[in-house]
């Protein structure tokens, strides 16, 4: 499916991915991240290797029977590299996805696809499309959870992206959020003490401040009657 990424359809990169970079970042464990390899797994599959392996060369060296020694070589070295390789695999994944999420671009992406993934109630697979840095289209593929993703397929969301290596991933798909960072207290007081020079910077000339104070009547003196005078007879 090939559709042109400048659709004319609203785009607004999220409000917290506007803050310039390095952000301040948090793991994002609303929901699980489907791009994490499953360490406990294959790390027990690769234990279990090297434990068979390990086991029958003691007994080929020990001249016992089943013991094997052609076999139990690349046993234990099949179960010693998945030991090493698939931890690495996940500090290189979480890496990668903490460096886009800090200083990534954001940019428009278009969700082409959204399939069902290994029979999981809330797991995708996305397929998407990106202008890459140069002009180019690059499609790519991801699996992200069901309930971050919108609502109407197709649809433009936000990518993050390395400018200088051309990384790119849907920011929905990341196991990290960024957040707003806070101000620092001297700041904060700076902004403080601004507000109130303003407030106190006195009226200009031919201006009449106009005062809240409820107006006072005064009442008018009474007026002294005269009393008549008292006419006397001689």
Not at 181 to 200: D, I, R
């Amino acid at each position: 499916m090939s559709m042109n990424v400048n659709i004319d359809e609203t785009w607004v990169p999220e409000p917290d991915l506007q803050q310039s970079a390095p952000r301040r970042i948090v793991s994002f464990t609303d929901y699980p991240d489907r791009n994490r390899p499953n360490v406990p797994l294959f790390t027990g599959i690769a234990g279990a290797l090297l434990v068979i392996g390990f086991f029958l060369y003691l007994r080929a060296v020990t001249k016992q029977s089943g013991g094997n020694i052609p076999l139990s070589i690349p046993l234990m070295l099949a179960g010693f590299t998945g030991l090493v390789y698939f931890p690495f695999r996940l500090r290189q994944h979480l890496m990668r996805s903490e460096h886009l999420v800090t200083n990534g671009a954001p940019v428009m992406a278009r969700l082409l696809s959204a399939d069902n993934l290994n029979g999981d109630t809330y797991a995708r697979s996305v397929k998407y499309q990106v202008s890459l840095p140069g002009g180019e289209l690059g499609h790519r593929e991801v699996n992200v959870d069901d309930r971050v993703l919108p609502k109407r397929i197709p649809s433009n969301v936000t990518a993050l992206m390395d400018m200088s290596s051309g990384d790119v991933e849907l920011y929905v798909a990341l196991p990290f959020r960024a957040v707003a960072k806070a101000v620092p207290a001297s700041v904060a007081a700076a902004q403080a003490q601004q507000a109130a020079a303003q407030q106190a910077v006195p009226q200009e000339m031919g201006t009449i401040a106009v005062s809240n104070a409820p107006e006072i009547k005064r009442e008018k003196p009474k007026e002294e009657t005269q009393k008549p005078k008292r006419e006397t007879f001689e």
